[in-house]
């Protein structure tokens, strides 16, 4: 940040000048020492303003934190989708148990196959009783509106969506088979709309950190303002830019380490509130997603982001108005 | 110590503050700088500091010729100078003790020689019992002498003081005297712009006089 820790003196005895530099060095980190403590005291005792910028920045950085999470477990669910990709092949109403079988056998010994489960009709209505809630519906029904269905999977190596398609157009052909249905088509719709979500969070990210350092810099702003006088006096007595500038960078990097602190309740908050109604959603849709958290590196990482903008906002602020402030008129005239 | 060879000043273009001036301060000398309001003595302390760069000529201080001085070397320039201002320019949000730190600790010196040197500062001044106070608990005078501890307390090779005893009585103007005076005999040079002439004429020092803006006294050694 800084090099005014002394210039080096030259016509000194080695050992002097090595524990000379020694010294200086230790007098300048804890000169940044003290200005950390001091800067962090400073919005200690102004609780109430320094509680207002904290909150907002957290939630400015909670926001696109909590999208990006809620980003990264709809990409868990496709990815999980995908793996599992299968067609489902629904055989004809007149097709019996029997040939069902004989089929499942056919589509089973081929090659671009790895695996089939045939549901016959009568286990097919049980599920569909017992899942869908329509069991005293179902009652009225003469006999099973359901055909067999077999459950065709590819091998992981013939999983591309090219090559999903040929085998459901070759199993289609077959006689017997009504309809074949893949359900990549609204998994490709799943996922056009997590990279568009992601691209439009990244975005969000960008004008939301934009704001926290604008924010910072206001604020910044201010407390140069009110410390006129000793940014004038440590100039006069011989301060370098870096020595007047640092307080306010440090007062910067407190303000973002305490938004950090903020966003990181606030999603613990969110996530702890919405978690019950996402299981049961999740549960209903036979789906395994789970919101997931922040977990311990990305909290850090959090952190350290909010208070590099922190550090950023005051830059910004000290560099517009801090180097601006030079001793002009003393006394008299 | 100091020198001004041919310096002028001029602001915008119809104002000039300083014409042309000459002088020379030696080492450990102690003279005066005086002059209506108006005749160029803030500009020519500011000019010394680096708060201003001379439009024409040259402002040599301590060997360095200040002209095209870097801005990021100021601040190590000024650390060779004690300033003294008529309004004392203390911090009233800390102690007494803490105004006087702040050249010690704006240089980087260590904790354990800063608490020595302000003492020892507050100590000449005579003001070594008020260290923990405010400086808006002190008088007048007592405000002025903690500001000349703080332009003594780094030792500089320099001392600046603009209407030291503006604000003061004669008896103390006199006591803030004889503080510059005994500075000066180890060594310090020292420049008092004031336009106190009793008490400048009581002193019996070199005296450079500025007339709008022209050196019309004291450009030589002696009176």
């Known amino acids: 940040m800084a090099s005014?820790?002394?210039?080096?003196?030259?016509?000194?005895?080695?050992?002097?000048?090595?524990?000379?530099?020694?010294d200086v060095a230790g007098s300048y980190l804890a000169h940044h020492r003290k200005v950390a403590r001091e800067s962090a005291l400073r919005l200690w005792h102004a609780p109430v303003a320094s509680l207002m910028t904290w909150l907002v920045m957290g939630v400015a950085l909670a926001m696109p934190v909590a999208l990006l999470l809620l980003l990264g477990s709809l990409q868990?669910?496709?990815?999980?989708?995908?793996?599992?990709?299968?067609i489902t092949t629904y055989l004809a109403d007149d097709v019996s148990l029997e040939q069902a079988q004989r089929l499942r056998l056919e589509v089973g010994s081929r090659a671009d196959v790895e695996g089939v489960e045939l549901i016959d009709r009568d286990s097919a209505l049980a599920e569909f009783r017992a899942s869908s809630g329509l069991a005293d519906a179902l009652d009225y029904l003469d006999e099973n509106p359901l055909p067999h269905t077999l459950l065709v999977t590819p091998p992981e190596v013939g999983r591309t969506a090219a090559a999903v398609e040929v085998l459901a157009a070759e199993l289609e052909a077959m006689t017997g088979v009504a309809r074949v249905q893949v359900d990549l088509g609204w998994l490709?719709?799943?996922n056009v709309l997590t990279q568009l979500l992601g691209r439009a969070v990244w975005v969000l990210a960008l004008l939301l950190g934009g704001a926290v350092v604008l924010v910072i810099g206001n604020t910044i702003r201010l407390a140069i303002e009110s410390r006129r006088d000793e940014i004038l006096v440590a100039k006069l007595v011989g301060g370098t830019d870096a020595f007047v500038r640092r307080p306010f960078l440090y007062t910067g990097v407190w303000f973002g380490l305490g938004g950090g602190v903020v966003a990181w309740i606030l999603l613990g908050l969110s996530l702890w509130w919405l978690s019950g109604p996402i299981e049961r959603l999740a549960t209903l849709y036979h789906s395994n997603f789970t919101l997931s958290?922040?977990?311990f590196d990305g909290a850090l990482a959090l952190l350290a982001m909010a208070m590099v903008?922190?550090?950023?906002?005051?830059?910004?602020?000290?560099?517009?108005?801090?180097?601006?402030?030079?001793?002009?008129?003393?006394?008299g005239s | 110590m100091i020198e001004f060879q041919q310096v002028t000043k001029r602001y915008g273009s119809d104002h000039t503050a300083l014409k042309q001036v000459n002088f020379h301060l030696d080492r450990g000398e102690l003279a005066f700088l005086t002059g209506h309001s108006g005749a160029g003595k803030s500009t020519l302390l500011k000019l010394i500091m680096l708060m201003e760069r001379p439009s024409a000529g040259n402002v040599v201080v301590g060997g360095q010729v200040l002209n095209n001085m870097p801005r990021r070397q100021v601040p190590y320039i000024r650390r060779?100078?004690?300033?003294v201002f008529q309004n004392h320019q203390l911090l009233f949000d800390r102690t007494v003790f803490d105004n006087v730190a702040l050249p010690l600790e704006v240089m980087g010196v260590p904790a354990r020689d800063v608490g020595r040197r302000v003492r020892a500062a507050l100590d000449k001044v005579g003001l070594l019992s008020k260290e923990k106070m405010n400086p808006m608990q002190l008088s007048g005078g007592e405000q002025q002498r903690v500001g000349i501890a703080r332009a003594v307390v780094n030792k500089p090779p320099l001392l600046l003081a603009d209407e030291p005893t503006g604000n003061l009585d004669p008896k103390l103007s006199a006591d803030i005297m004889h503080l510059f005076e005994q500075f000066s005999q180890v060594g310090v040079t020292v420049l008092i712009a004031s336009h106190d002439i009793s008490l400048i004429h009581d002193m019996g020092r070199r005296t450079l006089t500025l007339e709008q803006g022209r050196l019309t006294g004291g450009m030589n050694h002696g009176l």
């Open chain 1, 4 to 22: 005014d820790a002394g210039r080096p003196r030259q016509g000194r005895g080695g050992a002097q000048s090595r524990s000379e530099v020694r």
């Open chain 1, 76 to 86: 868990g669910v496709s990815a999980g989708w995908e793996s599992s990709a299968r």
């Open chain 1, 188 to 190: 490709q719709r799943l």
């Open chain 1, 293 to 295: 958290g922040l977990p």
């Open chain 1, 309 to 331: 903008l922190g550090w950023l906002g005051a830059w910004v602020a000290v560099k517009r108005h801090l180097d601006a402030i030079e001793p002009g008129v003393p006394a």
């Open chain 2, 80 to 83: 060779h100078i004690g300033v």
